[in-house]
Each structure stands twice: as structure tokens, then as C-alpha cells.
């Protein structure tokens, strides 16, 4: 830390910016200089004298140019935001000043944001910013905007720059003046929410008028307002992402909640005339979960002053812990509610969808053989496909491994895991390997290209998403049968029941005697639902291809979701870090995109259709 602000370190900081690079330092008393990259603006927070406002300076850290003062004069602030100012100005032919502040907290009667800006000169950037501001909304809290000239900023004890200077520089000073809400007036305690909340959405407001000012008054032309956040993630955002991604790598949820005597189990509920529930067995648990979550709950994701990634990172969190306590409770009643809480539950509209399906396709012909190919044919057939990603990106460490305790197919860890009795039509086997290996695979390790590793091992929710683009990667290679319809809609229905309070027994025979599926199909199904004590996750498949037709009817991209397992509404975070170069392009596509053969299709899904026209 520095005592003082002298000459020599100006013009360090003045160079280093000149010469494209970061400034990142300590200013007396505990202030700080963060410019992320040369930037055509600059956001300002004074603390008041005497009366540190932490609360409020947090607001700052959230931009990728700002200062952070603790001096009581302005003898030595003021040459070092001219020097900047001045640089920039002459680099970009404009520059921007917002100092922030916050009202007294004692006047009940102030806006909850007030504007200071100069009366005529540039009215279309003072405009915007109160645009910005009246578009936000708190629970509770009325959004009141006023304006106000910048008078005050312009004159002592606050003034930095003289107005002849701003005019002659082409510098634009605004001032942002905040009621502080997001403390208790008569404690000085933060509510933390309310703060994360306000401040993730004066920074975008923030970012959007300075867009607006740098794209018409500068040289430098942001593809997109998230441009100008920030681009430099700290040492620390990394590490939180690496603790959460150890924790997640320490257990293979679906591997432990997935019995591996399937079928002694089916034997057993056969020999009982399915009138008796099974007794099911699992994997000993290799993990402690209360320990793990002692861990997860110590990550100091709070330390994190990015709002985008601090977000990814508590919500992962969340995720984490509920997976935990669903371990915990694995084989008892309690399994079922925190699988509604991170699965969901089937909606009424989702159960219409589901009903529609089961009569609308009749019943498979019993008499009807089905050609099965052979499990090694199968997994050879993968390999080759594995190969064929593998060849845009040399550093895919995939593979398929054949087991006697899987059940079907599972990706796990991005490798394909096969089970030894799997029966697997030969006509299903590409849309198959199009599900496993061209979702869920690449996904995996297209998020695994990436700084970032929550994307690889997925935010939360993810699944609804990946069963989508898994399924529907199966009706555009032509192997979305409607068999596969109905048994998704079975599911569908057997997670509604289960919810609603009924028996294995009672779900196998419903599958059974009204929407005549064939024995082990049934049994299939309701150990899928079942297992674990209640799993709702296999209503996210049918969910998860619902949605994403109403995403891709919208005219909305379908390469962009296979940049990593993440989830729908999670789209405008990934192009903003994109934006923001913290996330690169993606290196893998799927055949199917490639494929020439394939585009009318993928036009045919931008026009717009239903689940019932993939029949």
C-alpha cells in the first residue's frame, strides 16, 4: 500500500495504460485502482471523511474501471483522475467520469436513484442512463429516478476537473447519487441480498450508458454493452471454481443412485407377481456428506467481486448441496423432496403433452421381432464417433467402457458407460450414439475447453437442457422412433404419480394395464422413477425437448447450447462472458450440424414445430 499519490506514480499508471495494459494498486488508507484494460471511462467512489461506506464502494467492483478512495483532499486524487482521464481521452477521442455516492441516510424523502449531468451538453447520455435505472425492480422498493445538473461535482470540495478542462478534454462528469436501501439506517448493517442484487443491476445500467456514450462519442466500438465488463478474472474467482469442481468430482450422483442389482431385483418383483416391491441395492457411499458440505459451505464464494461468476458460483453451491443431502437420504421418503426441489415436478401443461403422446401413438406390436445389435458392435460404433470428435479437438480423453453394473447407457465423467445385458434396437443404435456420445460427451468436453469448469461438470438444472438437445439430436439423425415418444411420456406420467404419493406397484401396473407397455419396458420405467426412494429427473426429458422447440421457434440458435452443460436460461450469461473473452469459442460440433443432409431439418425446427410433429 502506498502513502501518497505522487508524481511517479501517476505516471506509471499513465504508461501502463498508454501501453494497453491492466492497473491494478493499492491507494492510501485502503483505496484502490482497478482498470481491467485501457477504458473510455472511469467510475469513482469517495468514501466520506471520518465515515467509511464499504456498503456502497462494493457497487464499484463490479466494473471494469474504477477508483476506490479513501483521501479527504483532493490534492492528490485529483492529478491522478486527470492524468487517466486526459490519457484515455486522447486514446479513445472521448471520456466518461460516474461518481457514485450515497444520500444521507437519515432523508427519507431522496429518489432512490438521482442523476447529476450537465443540462445541455449531451442530454441523449443522461437520457439513458435514467431509462436504465427506472428499469429496475426490488421487491418492496419503489424505483424513483430524478435528475439533477452536476453543479456540485464541478465545484470544491468535490471538484476534480474544472468544466473549461472536461469541454476542452471531450470528458462528460456524471454523478450517480444511491439512497442506501441496502442498509439499516439506524444499525449501519447490510442486507447482503439486496446488495448483491442492486449492485449487479446498477453495474449493467452502468455498462449500457456507457455503451451508449463510447459508441457515438469514441473510437471504440463494443460489439455489445457486456463488452466493456471486465475481462482480467482475479486469482480467487479461480480458485472458488476449482474448489467447487473437486467437490463435484468426489461422487458420481446417478452411479450411486442407481441400483446395481437390477436384475435380481426384476427376478424378485417377477417371482412376486408384481404385487410386491423390490428390494433394491446401491453403491457404498464413497464420500462423507456432511463433511463434503462443511467443505462446500467454507468456499468464500462471498470474496468473489464478479456478480456473473459469484452467481454461477452460489448457485452451484446450492446444487451441491442439495445433491448431498439427497445422497443422505438415498433409500428413504426424504430422497423424493429434494429431488422436486433440484428436478422439479410435472406441471399440468407437461402432463397434457405426456397423455397426448401415449394416445396418440398406438401400442408397439407385441409379435414384432426386433433386430438387437450386439454390445460390442454397439460400443465400436461409439468409439468411431469418439473418434470423430476427437479429431476437432486432439485433447478429447474419451472412451467406452462395458459393465455388468450399469443398466442401459450412462455418461459419466465424459465417458460412455455400457451396460453388458444393454438391448439396444439396431435401428436406435446412431440416435443413440448421437444422444450419449454427440450430447452429452461433447458437451462435457466443450466445457472442458473452457477457463471456466463449471461448465464441464454442469450448472445446476442442467439436465432439463441436455436430455432436450439429446433427444432431439435423435429425430434429426432419424432415429427418434415412437417407441422412444412413448417411453419418455411414460416417464413423464410415472414421475406425476410418484409425486403424488404412489407405490412402485401401483405406477408399474398403471404403465402396464392402461397404456400397455410390455413387462420390462414397465419395469424399466418405474425402476428409472423410483430408485433412489423417488427420482423425479427423468420428467427433464420430455420437459427439456418441450422447451427447447419454443427456443429454437423463437429464431434462436442451437449451436450455442452445446458450448457446455449448461442450462436454458443460463444463454445470456455464457454471450456475456463471451463478450467479456472470459469464455472462449467452442472447439466440437456434432455430426448432425455438419452434415449437409441434415440442414432442411434444423430450418424446419427455426419455422417452428411441436413435439406432436417429431411423431
Known amino acids: 500500500m502506498i502513502e501518497s499519490i505522487t508524481d511517479s506514480f501517476i505516471r506509471k499508471i499513465t504508461r501502463s ?31 466520506p471523511a471520518g465515515h467509511p461506506d464499504h456498503a456502497t464502494a462494493d457497487f464499484l467492483k463490479a466494473n471494469a474501471s474504477y477508483i476506490i478512495s479513501h483521501q479527504e483532499r483532493n490534492e492528490e486524487l485529483r492529478p491522478l483522475v486527470q492524468s487517466i482521464a486526459k490519457a484515455m481521452a486522447d486514446e479513445f477521442g472521448a471520456f466518461m467520469i460516474i461518481e457514485l455516492m450515497a444520500a444521507p441516510a437519515d432523508t427519507s424523502e431522496v429518489p432512490l436513484f438521482k442523476v447529476l449531468g450537465p443540462e445541455e451538453q449531451l442530454p441523449t447520455t443522461t437520457q439513458t442512463i435514467v431509462k436504465e435505472l427506472q428499469t429496475i425492480k426490488l421487491p418492496g422498493i419503489h424505483t424513483s429516478v430524478e435528475t439533477a445538473p452536476n453543479e456540485p461535482l464541478l465545484q470544491e470540495p468535490l471538484c476534480l476537473m474544472p468544466e473549461e478542462e472536461l469541454k476542452k478534454h471531450s470528458i462528460l462528469m456524471l454523478g450517480l447519487q444511491l439512497k442506501p436501501v441496502y442498509k439499516n439506517n439506524a444499525t449501519g448493517k447490510v442486507y447482503p441480498l439486496l446488495l448483491r442484487t442492486l449492485r449487479e443491476k446498477v453495474a449493467n445500467a452502468i455498462k449500457k450508458t456507457v455503451f451508449d456514450f463510447v459508441s457515438v462519442q469514441t473510437t471504440h466500438h463494443p460489439v455489445h454493452f457486456q463488452a466493456l465488463g471486465r475481462q482480467v478474472v482475479n486469482r480467487v474467482a479461480w480458485r472458488i471454481d476449482k474448489q467447487l469442481t473437486n467437490i463435484s468430482d468426489q461422487f458420481r450422483f446417478l452411479l450411486l443412485v442407481t441400483p446395481v442389482n437390477n436384475n435380481e431385483a426384476w427376478a424378485e418383483f417377477q417371482k412376486a407377481k408384481y404385487n410386491k416391491p423390490p428390494t433394491f441395492h446401491y453403491r457404498l457411499m464413497p464420500i462423507d456428506a456432511d463433511q463434503l458440505k462443511r467443505k462446500l459451505y467454507n468456499i468464500s464464494i462471498e470474496k468473489v467481486d464478479d456478480p456473473t461468476l459469484g452467481y454461477l458460483f452460489r448457485d452451484k453451491r446450492h446444487e451441491l448441496d442439495k445433491m448431498l443431502t439427497m445422497l443422505s437420504d438415498r433409500n428413504s421418503p426424504d430422497f423424493l423432496y429434494s429431488s422436486m426441489q433440484l428436478f422439479g415436478i410435472v406441471d399440468d401443461q407437461l402432463l397434457k403433452v405426456a397423455e397426448g403422446i401415449l394416445a396418440a401413438i398406438p401400442e408397439p406390436d407385441a409379435g ?32 467406452v467402457d462395458v459393465r455388468e453394473d450399469v443398466v442401459g447407457l450412462i455418461v459419466s465423467k465424459g465417458r460412455l458407460n455400457v451396460g453388458t445385458d444393454a438391448r439396444i434396437p439396431r435401428h436406435r443404435a446412431a440416435a443413440l450414439i448421437q444422444h ?64 403424488k ?50 427456443y429454437l421457434k423463437e429464431g434462436k440458435e442451437l449451436e450455442p447450447l452445446l458450448i457446455g452443460k449448461i442450462r436454458q436460461d443460463y444463454i445470456p450469461i455464457v454471450q456475456e462472458l463471451i463478450y467479456r473473452n472470459v469464455l472462449r469459442p467452442m472447439p466440437i460440433r456434432p455430426r448432425y450440424l455438419l452434415d449437409e443432409r441434415i440442414k432442411p431439418k434444423l430450418e424446419q425446427l427455426k419455422a417452428g414445430i411441436s413435439v406432436f410433429n417429431l411423431l
Request: aromatic share 10%.
Open 17 to 47: 495504460l498508454k501501453r494497453g495494459k491492466q492497473a491494478h494498486r493499492r491507494l492510501p488508507n485502503g483505496g484502490l485502482l482497478y482498470i481491467d484494460r485501457p477504458l473510455p471511462f472511469l467510475v469513482l467512489f469517495r468514501h
Open 436 to 499: 450419449e456420445v454427440g450430447t452429452h460427451i461433447l458437451t462435457y468436453y466443450n466445457g472442458k475447453a473452457q477457463p471456466l469448469q463449471q461448465l464441464y461438470i454442469g450448472s445446476p438444472g442442467y439436465e432439463e437442457l441436455q436430455e432436450g438437445l439429446a433427444v432431439l439430436s435423435e429425430w434429426l439423425v432419424g432415429g427418434l422412433d415412437q417407441n422412444r415418444m412413448r417411453i419418455l411420456a411414460a416417464r413423464v406420467v410415472a414421475v406425476y404419480h410418484l409425486t
Open 368 to 399: 414384432k421381432d426386433t433386430d438387437i445389435i450386439p454390445v460390442p458392435e454397439f460400443a465400436a460404433l461409439a468409439e468411431q464417433e469418439i473418434a470423430f470428435l476427437r479429431e476437432q479437438y486432439p485433447a478429447l480423453d474419451s472412451g
Open 501 to 550: 404419493g404412489c407405490s412402485f406397484t401401483d405406477n408399474f401396473w398403471r404403465l402396464k394395464d392402461e397404456y400397455k407397455f410390455d413387462d420390462e419396458t414397465a419395469w424399466d420405467v418405474t425402476m428409472r422413477v423410483h430408485r433412489g426412494g423417488g427420482l423425479t429427473k427423468d420428467a427433464v426429458y420430455l420437459r427439456g425437448l418441450v422447451h427447447l422447440l419454443n
